[in-house]
């Protein structure tokens, strides 16, 4: 069962296309990730599915049903949504007053909000913050009073608006992995926008990609990640070694270059190779690929706990991912000659 839909959506602003006929389905206690570049138009989105705004056109569908544009009845929707924005304000009093806030509107006695307010502080690691300024906190613990905000409100579906954005990199994996675990232990639904692939893989289920107002694929991590519909998509989800092709049944022409996949595809395209699927080695071995070349390296660099190391095929260049065990037993050096082979399963087409 979808929870939230948004069917054709447009939306112009001073003759300029915000989105253009935007259609996606949220599933019923999924993580779903909006991803995109920033002023794809992420964040206009979910101020329409949050019903914070008002599309040009377009029908936006909560449990199946439409949703009116106006009146009581889309306030009643409204209610049962929550919104985490990307860059949270704290109101002037405590950590407790913060999150009780929205209780406090919707007329909860002083004992529910309490029992409610203690809840979602344990959810989001702020246990003993109740009686803390708001204005004392760092980036991190206010994002996570932001989030507890939202939380204590027990809406059915939870909006995220890039709620990582400028923290260091240690708090948003602990924000990130927070935000996971809440997900897994309650029922909500999970609507989060982003503009880091990165952060969608560590939390997401199913997902869709914006580029410039448009959606431009959705479906499940897993299809977004290997499976890119086209080159954009490929460069998005992070994929290197990108080539235009030739394309001719399971045979890729790059320059003078063949390469094998397994795909029935013709015409023009691009096919990618990841640096981590290409093996190298200074003498012939003997293997089942298909792809199997003479290299020579051009360059080798250290990337996080891996080595890029960049091969020259025939004027093409690729990069292969090699491990410090691996390039220590190698023993190669730039100008160093290499064979070179892959598997044509591993040979992204699109």
């Given amino acids: 069962m979808m929870i939230l839909s948004l069917k054709n959506i447009h939306l112009t602003r001073e003759r300029s296309s915000i989105l253009a006929g935007v259609s996606l389905d949220v599933e019923l206690g999924s993580f779903f ?16 599915a949050g019903l914070l705004d008002v599309p040009d056109s377009g029908e936006v569908l909560f449990r199946g049903a439409s949703v009116p544009r106006k009146g009581r009845e889309r306030l009643g929707v409204r209610r049962k949504m929550a919104t985490m924005f990307q860059d949270p304000v704290m109101f002037k009093g405590t950590v407790f007053s913060n999150i009780a806030w929205g209780l406090r509107i919707r007329g909860c006695s002083q004992r529910e909000t309490a029992l409610r307010v203690g809840e979602v502080l344990e959810l989001v690691g702020l246990e003993g913050f109740e009686e803390r300024d708001a204005s004392t906190l760092s980036g991190g613990e206010t994002r996570r009073t932001a989030l507890a905000r939202a939380l204590v409100l027990d809406p059915e579906l939870l909006i995220l608006d890039e709620p990582t ?4 990199q240690s708090f948003k ?3 990130l992995g927070r935000i996971k675990e809440i997900h897994d232990r309650t029922d909500m639904t999970f609507l989060m926008a982003t503009h880091d692939f990165t952060d969608a893989l560590a939390v997401g289920d199913t997902g869709a990609v914006m580029r410039d107002g448009n959606i431009e694929q959705s479906g499940s991590m897993d299809k977004i990640l290997f499976s890119p519909r086209n080159r954009f998509m490929a460069s998005f989800t992070g994929m290197r070694n990108i080539l235009p092709a030739e394309f001719c049944a399971s045979e890729a022409l790059v320059r003078d270059l063949s390469i094998r996949h397994t795909e029935e595809k013709s015409g023009h395209g691009f096919l990618a190779v990841p640096p981590e699927v290409i093996v190298i080695s200074t003498a012939p071995t003997v293997t089942s690929e298909r792809n199997r070349f003479i290299g020579i390296v051009r360059s080798i660099t250290r990337n996080g706990t891996t080595w890029d190391v960049e091969l020259d095929i025939s004027g093409i260049l690729l990069t292969a991912a090699v491990t410090t065990g691996a390039l220590d037993e190698l023993g190669v050096s730039p100008g160093s000659q290499v064979h070179v082979s892959f598997k044509a399963s591993a040979v992204h087409v699109f």
Avoid: A, F, N, Q
């Fill in 173 to 175: 994996r602990e924000l």
């Fill in 33 to 48: 990730v909006l991803m995109g570049p920033t002023g794809c138009g992420k964040t206009t989105l979910l101020r329409i």
């Fill in 165 to 168: 954005t400028s923290l260091h």
